[in-house]
């Protein structure tokens, strides 16, 4: 059945516009769109003048199975993203034991599309075990169905073994995701080097470690030409290697987490510690300088960097307590900070969460494109709440945005044009 989303401010990565309009859906795609007089049809859905974007592309999202269900299942996690308007999941390999065989990718593959409502794609292991001594049988994993490689935090610190595995990938064309850390000097860290952490009595680490360990990456990217996307950039010292790296055109995308784009290192307070996260909030200068990095593009990717840890891994002193965050429902409520404070725009907001991880990956999705995949997000960008982490869909809660004042709710998700959450808001 087609179906008609009208009055909607629709928002365009790609054309880079935000105007009135109507989308018309069909067959799981988007079959025509336009800003005038939409066409008759029998299933419409008033948008009542909301905003209408492509779904969001999430990379680096980490799920609990196996091994770690009681953090985060599929079906939860599926139902969190639903919530929070992403319709495509890019899953990490951090698992217990890591996404290493082919075996086990098709195990996530099969559990995945059981159970969640939205597209998810699963990154393997780029070496055995993540222990950086080995790699992975890239072309077997690639056929299994992997979508891109990382050892996620565990830093593969082998030069040698490093390199062999990017050579290998550019080979098959296969993505390398790395975490751009020097792993000895970020070792047991909790928070950023500075007065504050001095303050506080805390194990720190000095934004530098992040310049030198992006650094060294490229530089064997340069070596062996491989595709290479860092997963999170959180500090300025690390933008000037980065526009070096693009300016002589090597294959190279970066991203950055929510937190790091809306929180800072005095969000610690009191040694709170759902605000640890990995690397460790930073700077308000650092903040600052990651917001304008993606206004400008040399950022290239907003990602949620969900990482789900029960209560008991959290209640821990500060130096103790795990890293990590949820994040699936609060990514768009958190970016559109940056809306309201006129730091970026919609059209940009949605290249960094939609279209650009979509462009990297080669998805046909992000886009509101004639023929493009009808994965769509509709929210309402003024409506405002306070953030109660009890009533959020993830089985873990550990958000740091507990007891804030957002503003913009999610109203409906789509994939393949079916609602897929807030079906009753076209009911009324």
Not at 24 to 40: H, Q, R, S
Not at 72 to 90: D, N, Q, Y
Not at 416 to 425: D, L, N, V
Request: charged content about 20%.
């Amino acid at each position: 059945m087609k179906t008609l989303l009208a009055n909607a401010i629709l928002i365009d990565p790609e054309d880079k516009t935000e105007a009135l309009g109507w989308l018309l859906l069909d067959a799981g795609l988007i079959a025509d769109k336009g800003t005038g007089t939409p066409p008759a049809c029998t299933n419409t859905i008033d948008c009542r003048g909301l905003h209408l974007a492509p779904g969001i592309v999430d990379i680096g999202v980490k799920i609990g199975e196996p091994g770690e269900r009681h953090k985060e299942s599929f079906r939860t996690a599926g139902a969190a993203a639903a919530a929070g308007g992403v319709t495509t999941m890019i899953t990490r390999p951090d698992t217990s034991p890591a996404l290493d065989t082919p075996e086990a990718l098709e195990f996530v593959t099969r559990r995945a599309n059981e159970a969640a409502p939205i597209n998810i794609l699963p990154m393997a292991a780029l070496t055995k075990g993540r222990l950086g001594h080995e790699m992975v049988e890239i072309g077997f994993l690639t056929d299994a169905g992997a979508i891109a490689f990382s050892d996620c935090d565990h830093v593969v610190a082998d030069n040698k073994v490093f390199s062999r595995a990017l050579t290998y990938a550019k080979s098959l064309g296969a993505l390398v995701i790395a975490h751009p850390q020097d792993p000895n000097m970020s070792k047991g860290a909790a928070v950023t080097s500075g007065k504050f952490a001095s303050l506080r009595g805390l194990p720190a680490v000095s934004p530098m470690a992040e310049r030198m360990g992006l650094e060294r990456d490229l530089a064997l990217v340069e070596m062996t030409g491989a595709r290479y996307h860092a997963d999170t950039l959180s500090t300025a010292a690390a933008l000037p290697a980065l526009q070096r790296a693009k300016d002589a055109g090597l294959d190279v995308t970066a991203g950055v987490s929510i937190h790091h784009l809306t929180l800072n290192e005095l969000d610690v307070g009191d040694y709170r510690t759902f605000f640890k996260v990995k690397p460790p909030l930073r700077s308000e200068d650092d903040r600052l300088a990651m917001v304008d990095a993606v206004a400008t593009g040399l950022i290239d990717i907003i990602s949620s960097m969900h990482t789900p840890q029960d209560e008991e891994s959290k209640r821990l002193p500060f130096q103790e307590a795990a890293s990590g965050a949820v994040a699936l429902e609060t990514l768009l409520p958190a970016a559109l900070r940056l809306v309201h404070s006129e730091l970026i725009d919609l059209p940009t907001l949605f290249a960094a969460l939609a279209l650009n991880p979509a462009r990297r990956l080669g998805l046909p999705c992000g886009r509101l494109a004639i023929g493009a995949p009808a994965d769509l997000v509709l929210f309402d960008i003024n409506a405002p709440f306070v953030l109660d982490r009890f009533s959020l869909k993830s089985k873990s809660k550990n958000t740091p945005f507990d007891g804030q004042r957002m503003q913009g709710k999610v109203r409906m998700s789509f994939v393949a044009g079916h609602a897929i959450f807030g079906a009753e808001y076209a009911d009324h």
